[in-house]
């Protein structure tokens, strides 16, 4: 009980920036949670020091692109797929899934790859090993996720719970680059 009022306290400041200021809201929320999922990943993978490089790229991805792009992305297509319009929900899905994640998928793992300090042929090369299998997954394992988050959450908590279940992707995506990472290290070595 003692602990309920302060967060319920902390929730509702979160609720009300949410509301007031949606972009930067959910830009500092992305940033946390893309730094904490890579900061996990690392952890998972037994790291006894952590990528300083890789969790510094993670954050300023979420702080950059996590929050906005998102934003606007989802405040567009509420708006072209007004509420009259029939199977909204599978629109609003399709929208998401056949456009959304395929572009966001590209540029995480292009700027992810440049945030580390790699070079833009290394980050491309990134995007080409990476891309098909990622997304793949991504669609394998996110659709009913995706789509429970347009048919049950209001608008307002869509990113929040997106968020939560973004945190698990990111750690998956972190684990995959970090295995290509050390793919393109071992080949570097040998030569």
Same mark, same amino acid.
């Given at each position: 009980?003692?602990?309920s009022?302060?967060?319920?306290? %902390?929730?509702?400041t $979160?609720?009300?920036?949410?509301?007031?200021?949606?972009?930067?809201?959910?830009?500092?929320?992305?940033?946390?949670?893309?730094?904490?999922a890579?900061?996990? #990943? =690392?952890?998972?993978?037994?790291a006894?020091?952590?990528? =300083? =490089?890789?969790?510094?790229?993670?954050?300023?991805?979420?702080?950059?692109f996590?929050?906005?792009?998102?934003? $606007?992305?989802?405040?567009?297509?509420?708006?072209?797929?007004? =509420?009259?319009?029939?199977?909204?929900?599978?629109?609003l899905?399709?929208?998401?899934? %056949? !456009? $959304?994640?395929?572009?966001?998928?590209?540029?995480?793992l292009?700027f992810?790859?440049?945030?580390?300090g790699? #070079?833009?042929?290394?980050a491309l090369?990134?995007?080409?090993k990476l891309y098909?299998p990622?997304l /793949?997954?991504?669609?394998?394992?996110?659709?009913?996720?995706?789509?429970l988050n347009?048919? $049950?959450v209001?608008?307002m908590?869509? #990113?929040?719970?997106?968020?939560i279940?973004?945190?698990?992707? !990111?750690?998956?995506?972190?684990?995959?680059?970090?295995?290509?990472?050390?793919?393109?290290a071992?080949?570097?070595?040998? /030569?």
């Open positions: 009980m003692v602990l009022k302060p967060l319920y306290s %902390l929730f509702g $979160y609720l009300e920036q949410l509301f007031n200021h949606p972009v930067r809201t959910k830009s500092i929320t992305a940033c946390v949670l893309a730094t904490s890579n900061v996990t #990943s =690392q952890r998972l993978a037994g006894k020091t952590l990528n =300083q =490089q890789s969790v510094f790229a993670y954050g300023l991805f979420g702080l950059i996590g929050g906005s792009v998102p934003h $606007y992305f989802y405040t567009t297509v509420e708006r072209l797929f007004s =509420q009259d319009v029939r199977f909204r929900r599978f629109f899905f399709l929208s998401e899934r %056949l !456009v $959304y994640a395929p572009i966001y998928q590209a540029l995480s292009f992810l790859a440049l945030f580390e790699k #070079s833009p042929s290394t090369k990134n995007v080409e098909w990622l /793949k997954a991504n669609w394998q394992y996110l659709s009913v996720f995706v789509y347009f048919a $049950y209001p608008p908590f869509r #990113s929040i719970s997106m968020a279940i973004s945190f698990i992707w !990111v750690v998956y995506i972190a684990q995959k680059r970090r295995r290509f990472q050390d793919k393109l071992a080949k570097e070595a040998a /030569k």
